[in-house]
């Protein structure tokens, strides 16, 4: 039993380890994932990484070809453009549910992560800050907790990790942004129960990061453009 569970969590650590640097860009889109590599990289055996790229696979960060083993997943305009639309459809809904349940202590949880977002900063020394990613999707997860909608929660995750792959992939060196404003704005139309406004906001927030990757060159970062 020891051993089954020993195997599971070595698992999960690899596949872990593997999804991060696949968002992180240090696997590059498309880039081929050898089995060889794959265990010197990561110090792990054979079953282990099987079971991680087959999750991986499910969960779309990897593609599975057959014969030829797997890859990590392209990137499109086509794929980015659909995220953004599925994260504001769904995200959207989740707001207004939040609203309708009025959460007291959602909404405080809210504000408390807008004020630590505020004040972190995003490059430390030139390099991108782990303390605001890390707060940056709890204040976009803190807008829809109030749902009280788990699973919605867990998928709202996952987009928001898979966009986070095309950020550091393609907007990585845009100009600064004032996204504490974008952010501040988006929480007072929380804050005054404006769905509406809150939701219309939160899709101008994620069009502009949008326009900022398109305008950027897909082909001079190894991806297959637009």
Known sequence: MRDKETGLTRATSVYDSIRRDIMRGEIRPGEKLLFDVLRDRYS???????????????????????????????????????????????????????LQLKDVAAEEHLVLVFHRLRKAHRFVDGQRSENWERLHKEFHASLIAGAKLPRVTAFCSQLFDVAERYRILYASGYPERNERDEHGRILDAYLNGDANLTVELLSAHYTVTLHMILGASFESNGARGP
């Open 44 to 98: 792990s055996g054979i079953s282990p990484l099987r079971e991680a790229l087959n999750r991986l696979y499910s969960e779309g960060w990897v593609a599975r070809e057959e014969q030829r083993g797997f890859r990590a997943a392209e990137t499109s305009e086509e794929e980015l453009r659909k995220l953004v639309e599925t994260r504001v459809m769904v995200e959207g809904a989740a707001i207004t549910s939040a």
